[in-house]
């Protein structure tokens, strides 16, 4: 079975940084794009960002272009979510999950068309 864990949230204040991790399990990262999507109450579920590990393709909402990195540790079976210069706007539960496509990751990136949801770890940046 397929299992993501999402862990490395927690509260920081504004500007400052946290690392998510989306350790998997019952699946190669080869096989699969893995994306980071997060939520608010009483809004819709918004993509943030995904990666395809084999072909290196990575996708980045608007918002966190610049601010958030994502990685891959295969070796691992780990996707990582760096995300620096956090802002109060980022505030929300973050989720991982996983697709197995031959898209690239750009193409893929929408929470209904991923297959394998994780539970989230909330992440709070206080001003």
């Known amino acids: 079975d397929v299992q993501l864990q999402a862990s490395g949230g927690g509260l920081v204040q504004a500007g400052g940084s946290l690392r998510l991790s989306c350790a998997a399990s019952?699946?190669?990262?080869?096989?699969?794009?893995i994306g980071w999507f997060r939520q608010t109450p009483g809004k819709e579920r918004e993509g943030v960002s995904c990666?395809?590990?084999?072909?290196?393709?990575?996708y980045y909402e608007d918002f966190v272009k610049g601010r958030f990195t994502i990685s891959s540790d295969n070796a691992r079976n780990t996707v990582y979510l760096q995300m620096n210069s956090l802002k109060p706007e980022d505030t929300a539960v973050y989720y991982c999950?996983?697709?197995?496509?031959?898209?690239?990751?750009?193409?893929?990136?929408?929470?209904?068309?991923?297959?394998?949801w994780g539970k989230g770890t909330q992440v709070t940046v206080s001003s």
């Open positions: 990666i395809k590990s084999s072909d290196g393709s990575t």
């Open positions: 999950a996983a697709v197995k496509s031959e898209y690239n990751s750009r193409s893929i990136c929408y929470y209904y068309l991923m297959k394998y």
């Open positions: 019952g699946l190669i990262l080869d096989d699969y794009t």
